[in-house]
């Protein structure tokens, strides 16, 4: 499974799209709710599938395109594992599922509750953001080495 990744990133990159789109149609009623200091974002699931599938048409668009280059294999599974891992639990704590009080929507955070969750979050985008700079250092060894060749 992991040398298929490592072999085609884009295809599963693109079997993604359409998951991803249907838990947006069909899945989800609620209303992405974001709140940065004295703004306020309101996002609807659609518009949030349609951007997090962008996100990954691009990717798997980058990949299709060097496919022909020698990428390094643990690097582009490592970028492609951690992207879809990642962007599904940003998406599933954007959505509000409260993992610590088992419930769903709207719900009341303790401050030790909302600590965590912030922890998780930020953890998780941490690591999202190491995956997108270890995709660029890939695709920038990628071509360095088949320049030399």
């Known amino acids: 499974m992991l040398k298929r990744i490592a072999d085609k990133p884009y295809r599963f990159l693109f079997l993604l799209i359409p998951i991803i789109l249907l838990l947006a149609l069909l899945g989800i009623s609620n209303t992405i709710d974001i709140q940065i200091h004295d703004s306020y974002l309101v996002i609807e699931p659609l518009r949030f599938g349609l951007l997090l599938s962008a996100i990954l048409g691009c990717f798997g668009g ?7 280059k020698k990428l390094t294999d643990w690097m582009t599974t490592a ?4 992207t879809s891992i990642g962007l599904l639990l940003i998406t599933g704590l954007c959505l509000k599922v409260d993992l610590l009080n088992k419930t769903s929507g709207i719900s009341f ?7 965590a969750i912030l922890l998780i979050a930020y953890t998780v985008m ?6 997108q700079i270890l995709f660029l ?9 088949n320049i030399k060749k």
């Open 62 to 68: 980058l990949y299709w395109v060097v496919r022909k």
């Open 79 to 82: 970028h492609v594992l951690g």
């Open 137 to 145: 250092l890939n695709l920038t060894v990628g071509v360095i080495r």
């Open 126 to 131: 941490f690591i999202w953001l190491f995956c």
């Open 109 to 115: 955070y303790n401050y030790e509750q909302y600590q």
